[in-house]
């Protein structure tokens, strides 16, 4: 056999292979469970097969509006099996464990995509994704873009000194804010804010007497956490609320919880953002402040 023939059957094979790779691909029926797996499968273009995801996947909308097996962390085998599934894809903290092994244990490929809780894992988590989804030239060109943004974040000037709260529920009239371990926390210290609640830890309700302590010059709060308060107006009535900087300046920012706080594809777009959202607060407010102690000035001079 000469070499141009063994060279032929050798592409032939591959193509071959690379076909029926293709279409048994096509014809699975995956489940994914983990809101920053589904934005990446969406990014990624391997979003065809998905059937079924949790409770935790809101965006894109055409995969929100997929049926659901559940809460994320409190999955049962019955009802990921109503789907039939061929291949879950699962974020490390998909749960619990048992369940897990029962799906296994009838015959369902799962595929856990675990990385740490940080954002210099993203791009490891993206390009994990890329791998088992035959998407890896797609994954590796996604996770040097978000890397690069977040490199550009890193490269800003740092900010004047600025405490933030991250409010992310409410319950009453205690809201629940953000402390270190958490990716609000993570999130603030990207965009160079300091939490003003980093001495607790995880989310936490904080009281009147707390708030007014700690002083936060400016509130961060998800969309849904506002609603839940009653929104803007009823945010600023909160107990010691008006005694901080933030209630007497009225400094709010919403967010896309969901988006920022991921640590999927979206979230180095949405740091940036959040970045020239607290630049513009804080213009704003010194420009305000400056316009207040010009017309003080004038109001005394003879």
């Known amino acids: 056999m000469n070499a141009t023939r063994l060279i032929r059957r050798s592409l032939a094979a591959l193509l071959m292979g690379w076909l029926t790779t293709g279409a048994a691909l096509a014809s699975e029926r995956w489940v994914v469970l983990g809101g920053d797996i589904a934005e990446t499968l969406a990014y990624l273009g391997a979003d065809i097969n998905v059937i079924a995801r949790d409770d935790t996947v809101v965006y894109p909308p055409a995969m929100a509006a997929l049926p659901s097996v559940g809460y994320l ?7 990921v099996l109503s789907v039939k599934p061929d291949l879950i894809l699962a ?11 029962q799906l296994a244990a009838v015959g369902v490929s799962i595929e856990i995509i675990s990385t740490p809780p940080t954002l210099e894992a993203i791009g490891d988590k993206v390009r994990a994704v890329g791998q088992l989804t035959n998407r890896r030239k797609e994954g590796d060109v996604l996770a040097d873009t978000l890397n ?7 490269n800003l000037p740092a900010l004047p000194p600025t405490r933030a709260i991250f409010i992310m529920q409410h319950s009453g009239l205690t809201p629940r804010a953000a402390g270190s371990d958490t990716a609000a926390h993570t999130a603030l210290e990207a965009v160079g804010l300091e939490n003003a609640f980093a001495e607790m830890q995880g989310y936490r309700s904080v009281g ?12 961060i709060v998800s969309e849904r956490g506002l609603a839940a308060i009653g929104g803007e107006a009823a945010l600023w009535q909160l107990p010691s609320m008006a005694l901080t900087p933030a209630g007497r300046h009225r400094q709010l920012i919403t967010i896309d919880d969901q988006a920022l706080l991921g640590f999927g594809p979206r979230t180095p777009d949405q740091l940036l953002t959040l970045r020239q959202d607290v ?5 704003t407010s010194m420009n305000a402040q400056t316009h207040s102690a010009r017309a003080t000035t004038a109001q005394v001079s003879p």
Request: net charge negative.
């Open 279 to 283: 630049e513009a607060l804080l213009s």
């Open 91 to 101: 974020a490390g903290h998909a749960g619990p464990k048992e369940v897990l092994e």
């Open 208 to 219: 009147a007497e707390a708030l007014a302590k700690k002083a936060p010059d400016i509130v």
């Open 73 to 79: 962390r409190q999955l049962s085998a019955e009802s």
């Open 148 to 154: 690069d943004k977040l490199a550009q974040l890193a």
